[in-house]
C-alpha cells in the first residue's frame, strides 16, 4: 500500500472522501436523530422542570432545606446506581423497547409528583417526593440508555458529530426546563407543570415508537462483556473519571452560583440568564467538538483542553484565591462563557473515545458493548452530578465560594496532567469503529498501520489511465488525490512513473 505520507494522529484519519464533505444522512438516519434528540430534550426538562417552584411548595409542608435539597439529588444518585445494569441488559431487552418502556415510566412518574400538591402531612409528602423522583430517574435513566447506544449504533462512522447534536437537545431542554415550569406554574400552580410535562413525554414516547427503526444485533450471543471488564481497558477509565470531574465542575456552580452573585443585586430574570450561559454555549459549541473528534483530532488532547479551560473558568469566577482581583459581573460572564466550551470538550469526546479504545480492546462493535458504554457514561456523569453539588454547599458553609473553588481547580489539574502523560506514553492509539470494519470487511487491501486506507471505488484501468493523462480532472483537492496517483503509476508503469505521478 501507498506510504508516501505519514500522519501524526493516524487512528484518526479520515476515510477518503470523507475530508470533502461532511456525511449525508439516510432517511433513517434523520428520523432516528429526531426521534433520540426529542428524548433527550424531554429527559432535560423533568430534571430542571420543578426548579423554581418545588422549594417553596416543599416548605409549605414543612420540609427543610436538607430535606427537599436530597429529593434533587436522589435523581442523579439512582441513575448513578442503575445505568451500569441498564447498559447491561440493554442487548436482552432491546434498546427501543427499553427506551420507550423508560420515557412512559418517566410521564407517569412526572404526572404523579405534581398530585403530591394534594398531601398535606410532611412525612408522607417527603416520602412520596423521593420514590416518585427515584421512579423519575429509573425512566429518564433507562431512555437516556438506550438512545446513547441506538446512536453509536445508527451513526457508526460519525459518533462524536451525531452524539454532539443530540447534546445540543438536551442542553436546550436543560436550560427550557426551569422557564417553562416557572410559567406553567404560575398560569396553573404546582400541579400542571407535572401535568403538561408527563403528557407531552407520553406523547413523545408514543412517537418514537412508531418512528424509530428497530436495531438489529446479530451477535447478542457472543458478547459477555461487563462494567468491571471494560474499566478495565486504561482509556475507557481515565474517560469516565473525565466525565465525573466535568459534572462535578457543572454541580459545584448550579449549587453556589447564585448565592455567589448575590452581591451584584440581579433581578430573578438576569440570575436566571446567568445560568444560562454556560449551557448555552456548551449547546453551540458541542456540535463543532463533535466534528473535529470524528475528523481529525485526537479526542484526548482536546480533553486536556476542556481541564484547562474549566480551571480557567473557576480561576475567572471565583476568582481563585491565589489572583488579587476583586469579583466582578463582567468576569463572572466571561468565566460562565468559558466553562461552557470547557465542557463541550470535556463531555463529547470521552463518549467517542470510550467506544474507539474498547473495541479495539478486543469488545465487540456491537449494541452490547455500546449500551455497557452508555450506562457507564450516563453513571459516571449522575456520580459527579451527586458529589458536586453535596461537596460545593459544605465548602460554601465552611470556606466560601473563592476558597471553595480549589477543589474544582486542583481536580482538572490534576486530570490534565495524567490525560497528558496518559497521551505521551500510549504505545499505540485506539482506531475509530470505521477503520476497525474496513480493516474487517477489505482485508486483502488494507493494512492495520496504513495512515489512509484506499477509496473503495477504484477506476478500471481504461479509466485510470484516463485520470493519469489528464490530472485536473481528478485534481480536486482532495489529500488522497496524490496518494492514489503514486500507487496506480507504480502499480502500472513502475517506480519510474512516481515523479510524474506526484507532479500532479
Same mark, same amino acid.
Given at each position: 500500500?501507498?506510504?508516501?505520507?505519514?500522519?501524526?494522529?493516524?487512528?484518526?484519519?479520515?476515510?477518503?472522501?470523507?475530508?470533502?464533505? *461532511?456525511?449525508?444522512?439516510?432517511?433513517?438516519?434523520?428520523?432516528?436523530?429526531?426521534?433520540?434528540?426529542?428524548?433527550?430534550?424531554?429527559?432535560?426538562?423533568?430534571?430542571?422542570?420543578?426548579?423554581?417552584?418545588?422549594?417553596?411548595?416543599?416548605?409549605?409542608? @414543612?420540609?427543610?432545606?436538607?430535606?427537599?435539597?436530597?429529593?434533587?439529588?436522589?435523581?442523579?444518585?439512582?441513575?448513578?446506581?442503575?445505568?451500569?445494569?441498564?447498559?447491561?441488559?440493554?442487548?436482552?431487552?432491546?434498546?427501543?423497547?427499553?427506551?420507550?418502556?423508560?420515557?412512559?415510566?418517566?410521564?407517569?412518574?412526572?404526572?404523579?409528583?405534581?398530585?403530591?400538591?394534594?398531601?398535606?402531612?410532611?412525612?408522607?409528602?417527603?416520602?412520596?417526593?423521593?420514590?416518585?423522583? %427515584?421512579?423519575?430517574?429509573?425512566?429518564?435513566? &433507562?431512555?437516556?440508555?438506550?438512545?446513547?447506544?441506538?446512536?453509536?449504533?445508527?451513526?457508526?462512522?460519525?459518533? /462524536?458529530?451525531?452524539?454532539?447534536?443530540?447534546?445540543?437537545?438536551?442542553?436546550?431542554?436543560?436550560?427550557?426546563?426551569?422557564?417553562?415550569?416557572?410559567?406553567? =406554574?404560575?398560569?396553573?400552580?404546582?400541579?400542571?407543570?407535572?401535568?403538561?410535562?408527563?403528557?407531552?413525554?407520553?406523547?413523545?414516547?408514543?412517537?418514537?415508537?412508531?418512528?424509530?427503526?428497530?436495531?438489529?444485533?446479530?451477535?447478542?450471543?457472543?458478547?459477555?462483556?461487563?462494567?468491571?471488564?471494560?474499566?478495565?481497558?486504561?482509556?475507557?477509565?481515565?474517560?469516565?473519571? &473525565?466525565?465525573?470531574?466535568?459534572?462535578?465542575?457543572?454541580?459545584?456552580?448550579?449549587?453556589?452560583?447564585?448565592?455567589? $452573585?448575590?452581591?451584584?443585586? $440581579?433581578? *430573578?430574570?438576569?440570575?436566571? %440568564?446567568?445560568?444560562?450561559?454556560?449551557?448555552?454555549?456548551?449547546?453551540?459549541?458541542?456540535?463543532?467538538?463533535? #466534528?473535529?473528534?470524528?475528523?481529525?483530532?485526537?479526542?484526548?488532547?482536546?480533553?486536556?483542553?476542556?481541564?484547562?479551560?474549566?480551571?480557567?473558568?473557576? %480561576?475567572?469566577?471565583?476568582?481563585?484565591?491565589?489572583?488579587?482581583?476583586?469579583?466582578?459581573?463582567?468576569?463572572?460572564?466571561?468565566?460562565?462563557?468559558?466553562? @461552557?466550551?470547557?465542557?463541550?470538550?470535556?463531555?463529547?469526546?470521552?463518549?467517542?473515545?470510550?467506544?474507539?479504545?474498547?473495541?479495539?480492546?478486543?469488545?465487540?462493535?456491537?449494541?452490547?458493548? =455500546?449500551?455497557?458504554? +452508555?450506562?457507564?457514561?450516563?453513571?459516571?456523569? /449522575? $456520580?459527579?452530578?451527586?458529589?458536586?453539588?453535596?461537596?460545593?454547599?459544605?465548602?460554601?458553609? =465552611?470556606?466560601?465560594? #473563592?476558597?471553595?473553588?480549589?477543589?474544582?481547580?486542583?481536580?482538572?489539574?490534576? $486530570? &490534565?496532567?495524567?490525560?497528558?502523560?496518559?497521551?505521551?506514553?500510549?504505545?499505540?492509539?485506539? #482506531?475509530?469503529?470505521?477503520?476497525? #470494519?474496513?480493516?474487517?470487511?477489505?482485508?486483502?487491501?488494507?493494512?492495520?498501520?496504513?495512515?489512509?486506507?484506499? *477509496?473503495?471505488?477504484?477506476?478500471?484501468?481504461?479509466?485510470?489511465?484516463?485520470?493519469?493523462? +489528464?490530472?485536473? &480532472?481528478?485534481?480536486?483537492?482532495?489529500?488522497?488525490?496524490?496518494?492514489?496517483?503514486?500507487?496506480?503509476?507504480?502499480?502500472?508503469?513502475?517506480?519510474?512513473?512516481?515523479?510524474?505521478?506526484?507532479? %500532479?
Amino acid at each position: 500500500m501507498c506510504k508516501t505520507r505519514s500522519r501524526t494522529w493516524k487512528s484518526y484519519d479520515p476515510i477518503p472522501g470523507d475530508e470533502m464533505a *461532511p456525511a449525508k444522512f439516510t432517511r433513517k438516519q434523520w428520523v432516528t436523530l429526531f426521534a433520540i434528540g426529542s428524548v433527550h430534550f424531554s429527559s432535560a426538562i423533568c430534571i430542571s422542570l420543578q426548579a423554581p417552584f418545588y422549594p417553596q411548595e416543599a416548605e409549605l409542608k @414543612g420540609a427543610t432545606a436538607t430535606e427537599y435539597g436530597l429529593v434533587f439529588g436522589s435523581f442523579e444518585f439512582m441513575a448513578f446506581l442503575t445505568s451500569p445494569f441498564l447498559g447491561k441488559y440493554l442487548d436482552s431487552v432491546g434498546a427501543k423497547l427499553m427506551l420507550c418502556i423508560g420515557m412512559i415510566i418517566a410521564s407517569l412518574s412526572d404526572i404523579s409528583f405534581g398530585l403530591l400538591d394534594y398531601v398535606d402531612d410532611h412525612n408522607t409528602f417527603i416520602t412520596l417526593s423521593f420514590v416518585l423522583r %427515584m421512579t423519575e430517574s429509573l425512566g429518564s435513566t &433507562s431512555a437516556l440508555v438506550a438512545a446513547f447506544s441506538i446512536t453509536a449504533a445508527v451513526f457508526q462512522d460519525s459518533v /462524536a458529530t451525531t452524539f454532539a447534536t443530540i447534546e445540543v437537545f438536551y442542553g436546550v431542554g436543560y436550560i427550557v426546563g426551569p422557564t417553562v415550569g416557572g410559567i406553567l =406554574y404560575a398560569l396553573g400552580g404546582y400541579k400542571l407543570p407535572f401535568i403538561v410535562n408527563g403528557s407531552v413525554i407520553m406523547c413523545v414516547a408514543i412517537i418514537v415508537l412508531m418512528v424509530l427503526p428497530t436495531i438489529n444485533n446479530d451477535s447478542l450471543s457472543k458478547n459477555d462483556a461487563t462494567i468491571l471488564s471494560i474499566l478495565k481497558v486504561p482509556a475507557v477509565f481515565l474517560n469516565s473519571v &473525565s466525565v465525573v470531574a466535568t459534572s462535578i465542575s457543572m454541580g459545584y456552580y448550579a449549587a453556589t452560583l447564585e448565592p455567589h $452573585l448575590r452581591v451584584f443585586e $440581579l433581578s *430573578p430574570v438576569a440570575m436566571g %440568564m446567568m445560568f444560562i450561559i454556560s449551557g448555552g454555549t456548551y449547546a453551540l459549541i458541542a456540535p463543532i467538538v463533535g #466534528r473535529l473528534c470524528d475528523r481529525w483530532i485526537y479526542p484526548k488532547q482536546v480533553i486536556v483542553f476542556g481541564c484547562l479551560l474549566i480551571m480557567t473558568s473557576f %480561576m475567572i469566577v471565583g476568582p481563585a484565591p491565589f489572583l488579587p482581583i476583586p469579583t466582578t459581573l463582567p468576569m463572572c460572564i466571561i468565566g460562565l462563557v468559558i466553562h @461552557g466550551v470547557g465542557l463541550a470538550c470535556m463531555m463529547v469526546p470521552t463518549f467517542i473515545d470510550s467506544i474507539c479504545s474498547s473495541i479495539d480492546a478486543g469488545f465487540d462493535d456491537d449494541i452490547s458493548t =455500546y449500551g455497557l458504554l +452508555s450506562g457507564l457514561w450516563t453513571s459516571s456523569f /449522575a $456520580l459527579g452530578a451527586f458529589i458536586g453539588p453535596s461537596v460545593a454547599g459544605v465548602l460554601f458553609d =465552611y470556606v466560601g465560594f #473563592r476558597n471553595g473553588t480549589l477543589f474544582v481547580i486542583v481536580i482538572m489539574l490534576v $486530570l &490534565s496532567i495524567v490525560v497528558t502523560v496518559f497521551i505521551a506514553t500510549e504505545k499505540k492509539k485506539p #482506531r475509530s469503529p470505521k477503520r476497525v #470494519r474496513l480493516l474487517s470487511e477489505r482485508p486483502d487491501e488494507i493494512e492495520d498501520d496504513d495512515p489512509l486506507p484506499p *477509496p473503495t471505488n477504484i477506476p478500471s484501468d481504461r479509466e485510470s489511465d484516463r485520470l493519469l493523462r +489528464s490530472p485536473n &480532472s481528478y485534481m480536486v483537492g482532495s489529500p488522497t488525490s496524490t496518494d492514489w496517483h503514486v500507487e496506480h503509476a507504480m502499480k502500472k508503469n513502475g517506480y519510474g512513473a512516481i515523479v510524474n505521478a506526484t507532479a %500532479m
